[in-house]
């Protein structure tokens, strides 16, 4: 069982990645579950995903990197008790910190070697955020296995190979791709970096 935790700031399109990813793996004939912790702005709650006919269970109001943590926990244990997944895939908050998120899949007895994190970045706000939570964002990203710069399609010219150089210069070593959620642009790209 392999799970992906979906890291990233507010907005920036782990919803729209995890709807992808999910059609992906289960066209694949890879039995997916969805554990999906929104912030309750926009974007898709468990209801909608179970419509589309996905094994969905939406977190309550609050952060499962703190404290939902216990929540996170017994979710885990119940999905693999009653859906047994080949693949898991978290959305946290856009405020969680992924890597926490990742030592709380651990604790649920899944293959350390088996959980990933995907940094997702949001090109079109990306200078606005390193100005002002460059922090917290270099923490967002930097226990990512790779980051995905996404909206792609609304990048200026020259902008990806910017915030690219930019990544690779504070993450050395990082597999960084530029991809559109939306358009599928690249989307190719990002299918064969997954398991
Ligand atoms: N143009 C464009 N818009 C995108 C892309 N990916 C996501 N969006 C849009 O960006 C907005 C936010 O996307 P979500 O997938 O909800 O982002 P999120 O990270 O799940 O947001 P929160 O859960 O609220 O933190 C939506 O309006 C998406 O349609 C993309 O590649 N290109
Ligand atoms: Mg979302």
Same mark, same amino acid.
């Given at each position: 069982m392999y799970v992906y935790i979906l890291g990233g700031?507010?907005?920036?399109?782990k919803t729209t990645l995890l709807m992808k990813l999910a059609s992906m793996y289960t066209k694949r004939g890879e039995k997916t579950a969805l554990l999906v912790n929104e912030s309750g702005e926009i974007g898709v709650d468990g209801a909608t995903l179970k419509a589309q006919g996905y094994d969905a269970i939406e977190l309550p109001n609050g952060c499962i990197c703190c404290s939902l943590s216990g929540t996170l926990q017994s979710a885990l244990k119940n999905i693999k008790k009653d859906?047994?997944?080949d693949i898991i895939i978290i959305e946290p908050t856009g405020l969680a910190l992924p890597h926490k998120v990742r030592e709380l899949v651990k604790v649920s007895?899944? +293959?350390?070697?088996?959980i990933f994190i995907i940094g997702v970045a949001d090109v079109q706000r990306f200078d606005d955020l390193v100005k002002k939570k460059e922090q917290f964002f270099k923490m967002q990203m930097s226990n990512a296995d790779f980051i995905l710069i996404n909206k792609k399609d609304l990048a200026r010219p020259g902008q990806i190979e910017e915030v690219t150089g930019w990544l690779n210069k504070e993450f050395p070593g990082k597999p960084v791709e530029a991809i559109s959620?939306?358009? +599928?642009?690249n989307i190719d790209k990002l299918y064969e970096m997954m398991r």
């Open positions: 700031f507010l907005g920036s399109g859906i047994d997944p007895m899944i +293959d350390p070697d088996d959620a939306k358009t +599928d642009e």
